[in-house]
């Protein structure tokens, strides 16, 4: 499951980026993590293959394409304070240590949104209240 959480983060913060203009702090996070996010979208190939074979590739494609439209969506639901809140989770996630991405990852999971053909269930957590 860290997999998925893992790439719901990762989709939910380059979002923000492009949507706050947040870019150098995305590629702060994607340049501090890239050993656990590489590792993470091994598994998450992994887990597509065996569900579903000779399509893994396309239904992958499928799944990320889904997750930055669905935190698209948030970010335009969330309204004036998502910038700002976004600009604060990357503040969080650019001090936390290594060992600790999969848990902030895992926290910031949540079972408000489903992601069609999974399992799993995301919900943004940077547009929360304060």
Known sequence: MA???????QTDLMVASLNCNLHDRYN????????????NGKHLKVSFRERFGATAKSELNAYVTTLANMSS?????????YCKNSAKAFDKILTISHD????????????????????CRYSLHIASNE
């Not at 997999?3 to 983060?9: D, F, I, V």
């Not at 702060?28 to 590792?39: C, G, I, S």
């Not at 600790?100 to 399992?119: C, G, L």
Request: charged fraction near 30%.
């Open 28 to 39: 702060a996070f994607v340049d501090r993590f890239n050993p656990e996010l590489t590792r």
């Open 100 to 119: 600790e991405i999969e848990d902030f990852a895992n926290a910031w999971w949540d079972t408000k949104r489903q992601v069609p053909e999974s399992d």
């Open 73 to 81: 969506l948030d970010s335009i639901q969330a309204g004036a304070k």
């Open 3 to 9: 997999a998925y959480h893992m790439r719901q983060l």
